[in-house]
């Protein structure tokens, strides 16, 4: 297999309810298909794809990395949209924009373990059927772990890039860099080309790009790339990952 340096680090498989369609095996055969060696599974709420999607990227002979994908008690100091949205995202699923959300990756066995006790921790906390961590458990169960955190579009510093406040986006970044090591706090780079200027946009994404690079002298960003066949969709381009250190 001659790799793909482009790695997707954000990715939904079916037990995503709404938000994934494909089986984990299905998105291992897949990113063969497009022969990269690396391929990131984060669920959303939890880790029920994890076991099927290991096995399947051993068999494939591709890397896999392991993560989750959880809604966060918003900090209050960037405000978000008080209502949910009721207009259809791709696939038909209707998102609810009141909790901001945050994709946690395990770059070891110990990160994995501390990510899973933090999944534990969230459905114990909260309401059932309706997980929310906390900056607290964030601090109780990944500080100092071997555990990468990406702010993303739906983030509260992603809120701050729509409406195109630095303050807000400096404001939502203050709480997390004091819980999480600033080597392994990351923005998430998303753009689909949608039109306007919120998030999946071009100049949502250059935003994004700029705040970070704002806060860190090393930020880098990985290449502009279409990944899905063209059948499927016009365009699916996305630029992953702005580091923050």
Avoid at 75 to 86: E, I, K, M, V, Y
Avoid at 111 to 129: D, K, N, P, Q, Y
Avoid at 226 to 238: F, H, M, Q
């Amino acid at each position: 297999m001659s790799p793909d340096p482009f790695v997707h680090l954000h990715v939904a498989s079916g037990y995503s309810l709404q938000y994934g369609a494909s089986h984990p095996h299905v998105l291992v055969e897949r990113a063969r298909e497009l022969e990269m060696d690396t391929l990131a599974l984060t669920d959303r709420d939890g880790a029920y794809g994890a076991v099927r999607f290991a096995k399947a990227c051993v068999q494939a002979g591709i890397r896999p990395v392991l993560g989750v994908d959880l809604a966060v008690a918003p900090t209050g100091l960037a405000s978000r949209p008080a209502a949910a949205t009721r207009t259809p995202a791709r696939g038909g699923a209707f998102r609810d924009q009141r909790l901001p959300r945050t994709t946690f990756l395990a770059g070891s066995k110990q990160g994995w373990a501390a990510l899973c006790r933090l999944v534990s921790a969230t459905h114990l906390a909260g309401e059932r059927g309706k997980p929310v961590t906390t900056l607290d458990l964030v601090a109780e169960h990944v500080a100092g772990q071997e555990v990468l955190v990406l702010l993303g579009p739906t983030s509260e510093l992603g809120h701050a890039a729509t409406v195109r406040r630095d303050d807000l986006a400096r404001a939502a970044l203050r709480p997390w860099l004091e819980v999480v090591d600033r080597t392994r706090l990351l923005a998430e780079i998303v753009s689909h080309r949608l039109p306007g200027t919120g998030p999946g946009s071009s100049p949502h994404a250059a935003r994004m790009v700029r705040i970070s690079a704002s806060e860190s002298s090393r930020a880098s960003t990985t290449r502009l790339t279409p990944k899905l066949r063209a059948r499927s969709t016009p365009s699916a381009d996305v630029i992953d990952i702005c580091v923050l250190p």
